[in-house]
């Protein structure tokens, strides 16, 4: 399909602040009008997002350990694990791997990525925000870069590298676990690797279904609004899971689900789609998954 008409819309020529690429507002196409038996996957239905920044890239290790250092509640040493286990597990003590300064980070909790878009002044992505702009522009393709299958030059996937059984054995996209920031195409909206590399965390409460009372203007899984949500978890501070108690979230938010999108290297071709969904405690941390942030426009 044709991109969609409302994405045309005559935007302010500055279209890029700081690392980041402003998204339009408008209308998209969500979800896809043929669920799979098994997957988690939204029927088709109109959303409309107002228009935001998302980062051209996932955030990297560099900049983590930026964070890391100027807030030291968030060195390694000092993570109540209670909330964020695994963390930062291939970093040697509270550095990076070397030659690693560019690959996204990893093995990050959903609210570690919170803290960390607190900090820059920003927030995560909702469910909705995130496949627009994984869209591109584009209307009811199956990836970022259109209906072609995944192939080296496109993403970072599972590939004869990975040597897993739903690997692509006849591809080889030169990476063998995550790859640097920016190192395969950017889509439609100039946005790197929303397909493959890693999975990304998104700021909504999983759903398994959308019903006909969901909003369909900003929509926020589980929760009435964005700034209810955001504003929640910024009572806690950059001590929310730390080992300092007096900060403590309750056992139903450490239990609440969230959103993972985009695939990640260790991906096939069924879980790189646009459409696809991934879900996990707001405690759990991957070899496979990190973030990027977004920014309102009224905060600018």
Not at 125 to 133: D, F, I
Not at 192 to 213: H, K, P, Q, R
Request: proline share 5%; charged share 25%.
């Amino acid at each position: 399909m044709a991109r969609s008409e409302k994405d045309n819309l005559a935007i302010n020529d500055e279209t890029v602040l700081d690392g980041m690429v402003l998204i339009p507002a408008g209308e998209f196409q969500m979800g896809t009008p043929e669920p799979e038996p098994g997957f988690l996957q939204h029927p088709v239905h109109t959303v409309y997002t107002d228009a935001f920044y998302m980062d051209m890239h996932a955030v990297t290790n560099a900049a983590y350990k930026a964070f890391v250092d100027e807030n030291p509640d968030w060195r390694k040493e000092n993570i109540y694990q209670a909330y964020s286990e695994g963390y930062l597990t291939h970093w040697k003590g509270n550095d990076y791997p070397k030659g690693e300064a560019e690959h996204p980070v990893i093995f990050v909790s959903w609210y570690a990525a919170m803290a960390y878009a607190k900090w820059v002044r920003k927030r995560l992505p909702t469910e909705a925000e995130w496949e627009k702009a994984a869209r591109g522009g584009l209307e009811g393709h199956k990836f970022s870069w259109g209906d072609t299958e995944p192939n080296r030059t496109q993403c970072n996937f599972a590939d004869k590298n990975t040597n897993f059984k739903h690997a692509n054995m006849n591809a080889d996209d030169g990476y063998k676990y995550t790859a640097p920031v920016g190192s395969f195409p950017a889509n439609g909206y100039g946005l790197y690797d929303m397909t493959g590399n890693v999975w990304e965390w998104c700021l909504d409460a999983f759903d398994y279904e959308i019903n006909d009372n969901a909003l369909k203007r900003n929509p926020i899984g589980g929760h009435n609004s964005i700034t209810e949500l955001v504003e929640h978890h910024n009572d806690f501070g950059l001590k929310s899971v730390m080992r300092d108690r007096s900060h403590d979230v309750d056992l139903d938010d450490r239990l609440t689900e969230r959103v993972l999108r985009g695939g990640g290297w260790d991906s096939s071709e069924s879980t790189l789609r646009i459409i696809f969904r991934d879900n996990y405690p707001p405690v759990n941390t991957e070899n496979c998954s990190g973030f990027r942030c977004v920014k309102d426009i009224f905060l600018l």
